[in-house]
């Protein structure tokens, strides 16, 4: 363990306080390591973040389940990110709760929550976010047998049972997919993501479809709002291509409810009969209507994963994220966002 393996992810003093801490905690509190019957395990993944994070996880759950059929999955998530998992057949029992002591009613959200792991008696926990708050106030504190996650991104090795180190210059679904791998003793089959629907969700495509009269691979979704401003193409940008895609080409324009009034200006300045508005629609009915595309275009964020997971052609405008960790993978353009004309996209398309 060494001060610059923290400092990839955290600046130099913070690292330096992680490290000093893993020393002392990991002296007074000596890793044991603990095994368990991954066959019968009672086992919870800890996920409680963004969108993108969780949608580059939906394949763990089958895959555990598919190794250990007997095993029961109880999986943490942030409310935003229950929506995307929450039709998975290969998890039995949800927890949803976000980031630890964040929120209204701090205190009393996290009270409930670690009573409700207490009471289930883990047999495995995973962090898959490594967060030293994850470790410590949710699987050491939840009394569960075999704790698992990295411990040299954001520290917490002497509150693990089972700590694993982490090795810089992976994609996210590697160094998840390898956590999961090492901790439960197996390999996965498939290595992609691959979210879980139900019925009702292609009902409401098909319903979307007839409703725009719309052929598969006829058109085109862009997604022009990010969460972040380092992570925010030009408006400016958005605004010429989105009018120069409406002249020959239906267009869906993705967003929140709290961004609408920005997507309708990109409206009113195209071609309007050709541009529509999807508002906060279900993530998962997005995922399958994604699909059906020619081709997404969206800043770096959550829509990005939602749409190269579905295997439609994604071009992504990037912004300041770790390129090596989270761009997208399958059937995708990567477009420095600085750098990038509007008229260079259209050339792509």
Request: glycine letters at 6%; one cysteine or more; hydrophobic letters at 40%.
């Amino acid at each position: 363990m060494r001060i610059n393996e923290y400092q990839h992810r955290n600046g130099l003093i913070k690292s330096i306080g992680l490290f000093l801490f893993d020393l002392i905690s990991s002296f007074f509190i000596p890793n044991k390591q603990i095994e368990v019957d991954n066959y019968t395990a009672k086992i919870l993944i800890i996920r409680n973040d963004k969108i993108g994070d969780v949608v580059q996880n939906t394949h763990i759950f089958k895959e555990i389940k598919t190794k250990y059929p007997r095993s029961k999955i109880t999986f943490l998530v942030s409310n935003i990110g229950y929506e995307v998992v929450k039709e998975d057949r290969f998890i039995n029992n949800y927890i949803v709760y976000n980031q630890v002591f964040r929120g209204k009613n701090k205190l009393k959200n996290y009270l409930n929550v670690i009573k409700k792991i207490r009471k289930e008696k883990f047999d495995v926990g995973i962090d898959l976010r490594a967060s030293l708050t994850n470790i410590i106030f949710l699987l050491w504190m939840g009394n569960i047998k075999k704790t698992i996650s990295y411990y040299n991104i954001g520290g917490g090795k002497g509150f693990l049972t089972n700590p694993i180190k982490f090795v810089y210059g992976k994609h996210t679904i590697d160094f998840d997919r390898e956590l999961v791998e090492k901790g439960m003793d197996f390999e996965f089959v498939n290595k992609y993501p691959k979210l879980q629907y139900s019925v009702k969700d292609f009902i409401e495509l098909n319903e979307l479809i007839t409703r725009y009269n719309l052929n598969v691979k006829d058109y085109i979704c862009i997604c022009p709002i990010a969460s972040s401003l380092d992570r925010q193409w030009d408006l400016n940008k958005w605004e010429r291509l989105i009018i120069k895609l409406s002249e020959n080409n239906k267009i869906f324009l993705l967003g929140t409810n709290e961004k609408k009034e920005i997507l309708e200006v990109f409206k009113a300045r195209g071609l309007s009969n050709n541009i529509n508005l999807l508002i906060d629609k279900n993530l998962r009915v997005l995922s399958l209507f994604l699909s059906k595309a020619k081709v997404v275009i969206t800043n770096d964020g959550g829509i990005m994963h939602l749409s190269w997971t579905s295997g439609v052609k994604t071009i992504a405008l990037w912004g300041s994220a770790d390129k090596t960790m989270d761009k997208p993978l399958l059937n995708s353009v990567v477009l420095d966002k600085d750098k990038t004309r509007w008229k260079e996209v259209v050339e792509l398309i």
